[in-house]
């Protein structure tokens, strides 16, 4: 197989682009595609001021390294959820990362800042560990974003993620989550503007992405894993996408189309007792998850 | 495994039921989910008269027998289509059917009443045998049920046939035939009530209904049928029903709740200029696949 751009020895092949690249042209086409969902989603300019939730994994940090190269003034928050090993060998990948590139990053405790952590959350309350995890990043990264002044969150969901969270938002029909479910979800009364430039990638790209660029990520998939049910469906969407190349694509392109689910099924939002923050209830989720972890 | 209900050897499991039954009230079961779909939606009553579209194959005969004892007017129509031994076939088991119940069917043969058969049309036109048939289908039933006078005409889509086009609709965001993808369409100029009475009902509890009956149907698949896309994603959605039993049917429930995609989406209705039918052109897709395989 041969690069689409210079015809020599391909080192990635993408199949729903029936194209395979080279490494320098494999990253400029990655780097391309992120350029132009920012674009044609007016995500922000080379003026704002942005921040993004790394993880250490391959997609926040090949994402930060696109938008660094592109001359975006980006920022990190990383968040240390306090699983063990798998926190502190993440951190390690993302400050060398910092290191190298004189980037600002700005690390948050769970256990200190908050008085919990994600082992002793999914112990203490009949959460999942992923379900209580998610809602502590999305809480504390919008808090991050609030308090830094930041024109916009920055969130490295690859194409396989939002496709995967599609599908179970559709199997399900949560309408509620599927209005929600955007590339661009503007900023309103205590939440701040999140932006999803990776959309366009790929899982496997972006890891290729990483690897290619010379990237040292965290490999491991997080201990607490099991049983993630966006992992199953991303399961069982890359067996349609293997067969029908670009499905996936189509999937989630198509329903950035249709607004089918639009404002009017967004609950009315009050305050927090407890934070102040957007809230459905009296107390947030995030503070009784707080609560309930901190007590025991 | 035992029956749930009279607690004697089981014939059949229902893992989305969580259930197994012997061969009486597995017959039962079935019975009651389709007569508990006919009330919640409304579909007819004792006093309507009904036909059904049979095509020889184990949904449709399964369901007429089912409306037949419990005591619906309901009159079969069957469509030959031209498909070989396949065709003869499949008239063979209805007429069988017929008989040992008394029961009124007329046959419309493709060839003699509208000038092509399946086979022709996919030769002679682009389109793939399994939409040539669909669409001859869709139109000859409905004719035949407003000839007939009829207050509904009944099809025999099963939760399987109806989860896996749902799901490729969704995939396609396809809105227009998602806003009629209904399991009950009300009349409306020129196209009578259609109602899917099979949808609670899996496609391998239709066929073990039938076996379990004493019903013979056609097994054979019709050899025109390879590449279709609703096959594939029944496939497919099968994987899933597998690990989650339950999800296809909770997919298509979650669905009739929701009505996101209603009126709105649907085009507006002109004349055919050939046969008077609704159609959203000039001449109607019938009409011209008429016209194109009757010609060489």
Redesign the interface.
Known sequence: MHCRVCKSRAAVEVRRHNAAFCRDHFIDHVTRQVERTIHEFDMFTHDDRLVIGVSGGKDSLALWDILHRLGYRCEGVYLDLGIDVYSTESLDHIERFVKERDLILRVVDLGEEYGFTIPKAAETTRRSPCSACGLSKRYILNEQALKGGYDALVMGHNLDDEGATLFSN????N?EYLARQKVVLPSSDGLVKKVKPLVRVAERETAAYAVLSGIEYEVEECPMVAGNTVN?MKE?MS??EH?SPG?TQ??LG??Q??N??DEEERPTLLSCESCGRPTTGTTCAFCRLRARSSQS
């Open positions: 559709v199997l399900n029909w309408v199953r069982w067996l349609l067969r499905v189509r999937f198509g329903f189309k249709v089918s689910f």
